[in-house]
């Protein structure tokens, strides 16, 4: 809260509403239903993040909009414009680059505004696309009070693209009451839920499947992991625009599950957690994987590679199939090198990525906006 006698009415604005960014926002929620805020959500229907944004007591007001910025944007600005008037909120917080596109184009800095890209825009675009997001990023800033990065690798890369704006950094975070070490029976319980045999090496990839996870390279990959390890398993978690042609080029050992409720059985039942993607933020596969005690091995990305403790050596240079298949075989042929790593994983991320701790840092983040903008200090006074 701040100084004024009611509750802070926090909005966030939200597309997409699957996978990692729906997964930070339903814990921003939590945190701040239970530290006394108002927040209310708005999004898209569909998905998980309204319904389980509900089930949490939060208001949720349908935003239809799409994924991609296009014609849709100034219908999307007025329909958000209606919602907005009517709940009056005293913060926005600008969710993923859709968002933010949308959002600042309608507050224009009125209302305190917090941004966090969860990925910078210009990272997934190319040619003329790239160069208008960047643009749009560069000058958006005017209407941002804070732009809120995941891990200090993103953070520098708003700097190094001259992005002038108050960037500061906190990080994700695991949630570290459900996301768990698991003993030798609770793994071999899971992998006889699911269907792994006990001496099967299996490697486990979590995420929406498309080119930024880069699912394209570990594919390209098992055919040199298969080479040494006969046995070993390959499954994806999850689903996306890529799924298709790589369940095409899929052989054997590589299997595809679909998208997932709870991802912790995978998790448990994992030799090797893999991700390895060609740029991120602070991904929570890889936080969960290490709250669950398990080894990772990733692509060379700094904002991935930030969360892990140093001297880890599961880093694979990017778009490096052999490489990627080298740290893949070597953790899944020695297990004890694998328990090695996780546990390191564990230790690090209870110090360093605690979910509880990067949802207390926003809530001083809001207050110092709030108190800075004329907005603010008015409804404080």
Known sequence: MTGSSQPLRVAHICQPTEYGVPTVVLDQLADQVAAGLRPMLFCPSGGTLAERAEQLGVPVRVWSATREPGVSVPAETRALGRLLRADRPDLVHLQSAKAGLVGRLLVRGRIPTVYQPHA????????????????????????????????????????????????????????????????????????????????????????????QKAQDVLVAAWPGVRQSLRDARCVFVGEGSDEVALRARATDGLDFVGKVADPRDWYAAADVVVLPSRYETNPLAVLEAMASARCVVVSDVPSVCEPLPGGSTAIAPVDDPDALAGALVARLRDRELAAREGAANLAHVRERHDVARSAAALRGLYAEITEEHPRGRRRTS
């Open 120 to 211: 910078w825009s210009f990272h997934a675009a190319r040619g003329l696309m790239h160069t208008a997001a960047l643009r749009w990023e560069r000058q958006a800033t005017r209407w941002t009070d804070r732009i809120v990065c995941a891990s200090a690798a993103e953070a520098a890369e708003g700097r190094a693209a001259r992005i002038s704006g108050r960037l500061v950094v906190v990080n994700n975070g695991a949630d570290l009451t459900r996301f768990t070490p698991q003993d030798a029976a609770a793994r071999r319980a899971a992998r006889e839920r699911l269907g792994v045999a006990d001496d099967v090496p299996l490697a486990v990839c979590v995420g929406r499947i498309c080119p």
